[in-house]
């Protein structure tokens, strides 16, 4: 997209907070960015001039295991090809560094499911592996809190 600038680098935990705060996933302390930003392998942000409109996240052990957290687009942006720059930009980095037969995952949002299926991601359970998981951390505190 024209006048769109991608940064190898990670959001300022100001830049994160507004970028989720314009698509209501809720807030986090600043400090809860920061100690999330420090296990972060890399990060790429989407610019138009000095303000940040997405941004992606991986985390993982940077060799087997990739997980891409954190694909913001600001609403305003969103259909204008910057979230398919981001991922692809964040895919070819996972290529420098990933060994053979390495994994990435990600959560898809509700409803977002077709555009990463763009990128090869698949459905699960699928013909080779079992369903996709995941434990709501804050049902090890409050349990059923998550559904």
Aim: hydrophobic share 40%; proline share 5%.
């Amino acid at each position: 997209m024209d006048g769109i600038l991608l940064q190898d680098r990670l959001p300022l935990p100001e830049e994160w907070e507004e970028l989720r705060r314009t698509t209501n996933w809720g807030d986090r302390t600043t400090d809860e960015y920061r100690i999330a930003l420090q296990g972060t392998l890399f990060g790429v942000c989407a610019l138009d001039g000095q303000k940040i409109v997405a941004m992606a996240r991986v985390v993982g052990d940077g060799a087997l295991c990739f997980q891409i957290q954190d694909v913001i687009v600001d609403p305003s942006y969103q259909g204008k090809g910057i979230g398919t720059m981001v991922i692809e930009h964040l895919l070819e980095a996972i290529q420098t560094s990933a060994l053979p037969n390495s994994s990435v995952y990600l959560f898809a949002s509700k409803g977002k499911e077709a555009f990463y299926r763009r990128f090869g991601f698949l459905d699960r359970p699928c013909e080779d592996c079992g369903p996709g998981m995941a434990l709501c951390a804050a049902n090890i505190i409050y349990p059923n809190r998550c559904k």
